[in-house]
């Protein structure tokens, strides 16, 4: 089983329309949790970070269930910028690999006009 | 403006010659990653370092090798470039353990 597992897509939208991406992650001690955005031929960069308590950035909203092991991200009003890959991140804070981040593959949005 | 830096941003090269990628970053950062890419495709880490003088293999068995001498740079080496090399590198840094990753903006490597 993959340590994070994303829906790959594409998740092909209107403009406007609200998405909702899934992800769940098999290591129940994973500690930090974050959402990474790719554009195509581009480097990832940070989206948000994932709390407890669920968060809110904007358009954006993240979700984390640690019973349940699966994360969220749910876009509101999208919008054509919005378009590209989304990477499920999870951390463990100890271990051999401490602190390295284990990505997901994606999950591809394309938001059409 | 970006704190961490991959020169060059693309190289086309002939099999069989020596390349480094450079990566550099001026954040302070103890830990930096390397990570290679194919289009479309998901990140396979490679290398990584938690300070100076500490290499570890990553996940995806490499031909490449790394290096780090000094905190803020962590080159890239390929003895003998082949065509499968061809690939996207990226390099990474991390404040510590719970933080995100900041990415260079990576380099596009073919081998001809």
């Known amino acids: 089983r993959k340590e994070v597992e994303q829906d790959p897509g594409p998740f092909n939208v209107p403009e406007g329309a609200t998405v909702a991406f899934n992800c769940t992650y098999s290591?129940?001690?994973?500690?930090?949790f974050f959402w990474y955005r790719q554009d195509c031929r581009k480097e990832p960069k940070l989206l948000m970070s994932v709390y407890s308590s669920g968060n809110e950035d904007g358009r954006f909203t993240a979700q984390l269930n640690r019973a349940s092991q699966y994360i969220s991200l749910l876009i509101r009003d999208s919008k054509l910028s919005d378009s590209a890959t989304y990477l499920c991140?999870?951390?463990?804070?100890?271990?051999?690999?401490?602190?390295?981040?284990?990505f997901g593959k994606g999950t591809k949005l394309s938001v059409k006009p | 403006e970006a704190d961490i830096y991959q020169t060059p941003r693309y190289l086309v090269i002939g099999t069989g010659k020596k390349i480094t990628l450079e990566c550099s970053q001026t954040m302070g950062h103890d830990k930096m990653y390397w990570y290679q890419q194919d289009p479309g495709m998901e990140l396979h880490l490679i290398h990584y370092?938690?300070?100076?003088?500490?290499?570890e293999k990553g996940d995806l068995s490499s031909e490449s090798t790394v290096s780090r001498i000094r905190t803020e740079h962590f080159p890239l080496t390929l003895e003998s470039a082949r065509p499968s090399h061809t690939s996207q590198y990226l390099c990474?840094?991390?404040?510590?353990?719970?933080?995100?990753?900041?990415f260079g903006s990576g380099t596009r490597l073919t081998v001809v």
């Open positions: 990474a840094s991390s404040e510590g353990s719970g933080f995100g990753y900041t």
């Open positions: 991140v999870v951390t463990l804070h100890y271990g051999g690999s401490q602190g390295n981040l284990i």
């Open positions: 290591n129940s001690a994973s500690q930090s």
């Open positions: 370092s938690y300070g100076v003088n500490s290499t």
